[in-house]
């Protein structure tokens, strides 16, 4: 699913330690036998307006909060509710995370469905 998020047109940006992309991937592979399921990434798009789309017309990957779960979840949290529920930054800690996390981010937990499934549902929404 990273992979295929990263290759994906709609997409601006994918945080996984597996990808050779990531900064730290040589660093993950020293000290991860598997890199695990969770993804993060950006979309070009407004993600709440993609999270609109998801709630309405995932089949396979669940729009939810929770992270532990058999099934594949997903969830979108803007920047500025990320900054809202944490302790406060200074301004060029503030400005380092807004330039990281631009307007949100989408945070999916892969499950055991099949690879295919997953990314099939995502780009219908995409």
């Known amino acids: 699913a990273a992979k295929w998020l990263e290759a994906h047109p709609a997409v601006s940006r994918v945080y996984y ?4 992309s990531h900064p730290q ?16 990434f950006q979309t ?11 709630v309405r017309d995932l089949k396979h990957v669940h729009f939810a909060v929770s992270l532990g779960h058999l099934r594949s979840l997903i969830y979108w949290i803007g920047s500025d ?16 995370f807004r330039a990281l996390t631009g307007r949100g981010i989408f945070r999916l937990s892969v499950g055991l ?5 997953i990314c099939a549902d995502l780009g219908a929404c995409l």
């Open 25 to 40: 991937h040589d660093l993950a592979r020293r000290q991860m036998a598997n890199f695990s399921g969770m993804v993060t």
């Open 113 to 117: 469905e099949h690879a295919e499934d």
């Open 44 to 54: 070009h798009e407004d993600g709440a307006s993609i999270a609109r789309r998801m």
């Open 81 to 96: 509710d990320i900054l809202k529920s944490t302790y406060q930054h200074p301004a060029d800690a503030e400005a380092r």
């Open 17 to 20: 330690p597996g990808l050779a």
